[in-house]
C-alpha cells in the first residue's frame, strides 16, 4: 500500500514532521522501533512521574507537548517496527512484518536519530562499560540510578548525566574529562551571540557539579578500563600524573554522530563532516537526500540536537507537502519561515561544541577492539593495509570488522578514521563500508515470508 | 550498581538462568538483568570475552541473550514479562 | 626493457591466484587492482570447491575442475605456510539435497550422463536415510541428494587475502588503485597506462573480471563476458551443523551460514531483491527447519563473470604473443589449478593443448 509519507523514527523530528503532515490532511505513517514515541531524547516520557521530569529537566519534560501533538494529530503510529530495508523505489520492510506487508512512500522522511560515537579506548568492550547515553535511558526508562558511577570521556552529555544523576541522589563517583584545555579558546573564537543561552546551560551544569563536590579530573588522556571478566576500575592520566580508581560501572562517552545505516542502505550519497567528524547524508535545504523522493531529518541528517531536530522535521514535512502538491512553493516556504529562523538560532551552538568536544578516540592504539562483534583490532585493520588495502570495503573482507550482527555501526566511523590514518587519506576519500540490508537482523523464516 | 528510584509500577517476576528475579512492568529485559546486579549477559561466538549492554538502544547487538528458548533476543529491545525465562548466551546459538 | 617479468590485470581471486603462482617460480611479477569500489566478485563469492556439477556438456571443463580440486590441498598448505592464513578448505564432499522424486530423479540422470561424458567422480543418489546419516538436521521435506565425494569449500575472503599476502612474501607487487586505461603491444612485451603510471611487462594475464572485455581487444584477445548477478543471504553464527559442501547453503567455518545461487541478468546492479531471497530463505528452510528463527545479518548481490557458455576462457593471443586471457566465474573451484598449473604454463609461454578448447574462439561464427 502507497502512502503519502513513510517517516521512519518518533523522536522530535519524526513527531514534529508528522503532525504537520497529518494537519494538513496527509496521509501519514510512522515506524518507531520504541514501544511508545519520543525516540531517546524523550524516552518514556508518558510513563515519568514528575520526580523523574524534574530530575531530569526542562528540556525532557518539554518532550511531553510534542507527544501529546503527535499522538493527537492523527498520523498512524506504528511502535515496535524495525525497518530493516528500504529500496530506491521507497519500499519499507518493517519487522516483525504487520500483515499489510511492506510500505511504499510517495515520500520517505528517516528521522533515526543519533547514536553515542563509539569510544574505541582499552576495555571498553568489558561488562559494565556502558555508554552515557545507554546509563540516561536506564534513568529515563527504568528508574535505574547508577551507584558509584564513573563517567569518563567528554561531551555536553556526560555533564548532563552528572547533573542528573546528582538530582535524583546519585551524585556520580568522579569524572574522568577528556575535553581538551586547548580547545577552549580556539572554540570560543566560534561563538556568536544567538549561542549563548546554550552557554548560559551549560555552564549552570558545570556548576552544578562543581557545587556537589564531585571529583573532577580535567585533560584526561591514556584512559583505558582495567578488569577481566568486568570493568574492575580505570586508569588515565591528568595533573601530570597516573592515577588509578576502582570502579565497576564506567560510562563513557565521545559526542553522539548521525545514524547513517537507514539512508545508506536506501543508496543516499554521504559525505565527511570534518568538523564533526562523522560522516552524514548529502541533503539540501529542506533535507532532500540524493534518492529522489527521501528526506532525511534531525541528527540524522548532522548533529544539531532535539531542538533543532522539530524544525527540521517541519522544514522537510513543508518540502513534503509541496511534492504531494498540497502546498505551493510559495506556501512552502511561508509555512517554513518561522522553522528555519528558530533552526538558525538553535544551530548557531553547534561550531563551538564540535570545536570544543572534538572526539578523542577516532584512532585507537593497535591493541583496541574496533569491530565489537568480530573482535577486530585497529592492530588488524592496519596490518590490511600495510597489504594494500585501500579502504573499508577490502578491510571488511579482509579482517571481517562490520561482519557482525550490528551491521558495522559499532565500528564503522572508526574504521574509516583507522584506514584514512594510516593510508593518510581524508576520512571522506576512504569512505565508509557500503550498507546492505537486513538494518536490524530479521530471520530467516521472517525473509522466508516477506511479502 | 544501580538502584531503583520510588516506582509504582507493578512487580513482574522473571527467570535468570534458572533463578527468580524481580523487575518492574515495562522494564527491558536488560533493565531488569541490570537493576539485579547483572553485567555480563553473554560470552562472544568469535572469541568467547564476556559482554554486557553498551547502548540500551538496540545498536551494538552486545546485550543478546535467549529469551524463553529464543537466542540472540536484544535484551534492550524486549520488554520483559511476568514468567519469561532469559538465559546468557555462550558462544555461538545452537 | 621490460620491468617485470609478468603483469596481471585484475586483483581478484583469478588475478590473484596466477600472479602469486607465478611469483612463487620466481617470476617478477605486478598485481594491478582497483581501490577499495570495485565490482569484485572475488567479495561476494559463496567458496565453494564445486566439482559435481562443473562441466557438463563440456569434459574438458569437468576435468580442468577436477585437477583444481585435486591441487587444492596443496595451495591451502602453501597459503597456510608462508601466509599463516588457513583459508578453511575442507573437502568432506558435497550434498545437492532434493525436495521432490523427480527432482531427485532428474538430478541423478545429471549425475549419470556426467558420468558418461566425462569419467566417474563417485557421485552417488543417497535416500533421505543416508542423507541423514550424513547431516542429521535435514528436514522432512528432503526426499534424497545426490553425493559427490570430491566437493569441497573454502573461504574465498582468507583466499584472497592469503594470496594477496603470499604474493607479497614471494616478491611480488600489489599494485592498487590502478585501473588500467591502455595497453600497448611492444615487441616484445607491453606497456600498461594504469593509475596515471606507466608500468612494462614481458607478459601480460588479462584477469579482470568484468572489465576484461574491454581491455582484451587491447592486445588482440577477445573476452565476451557479462554480468550475472547472484544474491546471497547469511545468518549470524551457529553452532557447526553442516560440514558438508551444497551447492545452495554451506556453513562457514566462523558458523555463519551462506545461502544463495541465484541467476539474475540484470547488468551491473548488484543490488538485492526482496522476492529473491525470500525464495532463497524459503527454499533453504525446507531444508534445514531449525534455521527458521537464526537472524539474518547480511545480504547482497555480487555479479558473476560469464561467459556466453559459462564456461572459462584460457587463450594466449595469436597477434600479440605472451598476452593471455583469464576469466570464470568459479575463482575459488579453480584457484588450484590457476595457480598451480596455469600459471606456470603462462610463464613458459604455451598453453598446455588440454586448455585449447576454452578459446574464445569457440564464440565466433565461423566465416562461411
Redesign the interface.
Known sequence: MTHDCVIVGAGPAGMAAASLLARHGADVVVLD?Q?APGG?IWRGIE?A?A??RA?LGGEYAAGAAAVAEFRASGASYRPGQ?VW?ITPEL?V?TTPADGAG?LRGRTVLLAVGA??RPVPIPGW???????A???Q??LK????????LVLAGQGPLLYQLATQCIA?G?PPAAILDAARPADVWPALRLLRPAALPYLHKGLLLQGTIRAAGIPWYRGVTRLRLLGG???AGVRFHSGGQDTEIAA??VALHDGVIP?QHAARVAGCTHRWDAAQACFHPVLDAWGSATVPGLLVAGDAGGIGGAAAAVHQGRIAAADILRRLGRLDEAGRDRLAAADRRALARHLAIRPFLDRRYRPIALVPDDSVTVC????VTAADLRA?VA????????AK??T?AG?????G??CGTTVTTVLAAALGRPPGD??HARV???L??????E????? | MFSRRDDPRAICRFIFEGQPLEAKAGDSVAAALLAAGITQFRTTPATGAPRGPWCLMGVCFDCLVDIDGQANRQACQVTVAEGMAVRRMYGPRP | MAAYDLIVIGGGLVGGAIAWGAARLGASVALLDEGDVAHRAARGNFGLVWVQTKGAGMPPYAHWTRRSAELWPELQHAMTERTGVDVALRQPGGLMFCLSDEELESRAEQARRMHNESGGIGTRVLDRAEVRALVPMVGDRVVGATFCPLDGHANPLKLLRALHHALAGAGGAYLPNRTVTAITPQAPGFVVQAGGERLTGAKLVIAAGLGSRDLAPMVGLAMPVSPLRGQIVVTERLRPFLDHATHVIRQTEEGGVMMGDSHEEVGFDNGTLVPVLRDIAARNLAVFPHLRDASVVRVWGALRVMTPDGHPIYQQSERHPGAFAATCHSGVTLAGAHALALAPAILAGALPESLAPFSAARFHVQPA
Open positions: 522501533e514501544p531517546q510513563a512521574d520526580g523523574l530530575v524495525s530495508n519500499d520492510w511492506h547514536m553515542e568492550t568489558l561488562p559494565g562499560a556502558m555508554g547515553g545507554g546509563v535511558i536506564l526508562s527504568a528508574n535505574l540510578l547508577p551507584q558509584g535524583a546519585a571478566d568486568a570493568v565497576n560501572l545514524a565489537r562483534c568480530e573482535e590490511a597489504m594494500g588495502c585501500q579502504g573499508p570495503n577490502q573482507s579482509f571481517r561482519m557482525g550482527p550490528c551491521q555501526r559499532m576512504v569512505g546492505r540490508p537486513p536490524k537482523p530479521i530471520t530467516v523464516g525473509l522466508a515470508e516477506a511479502t
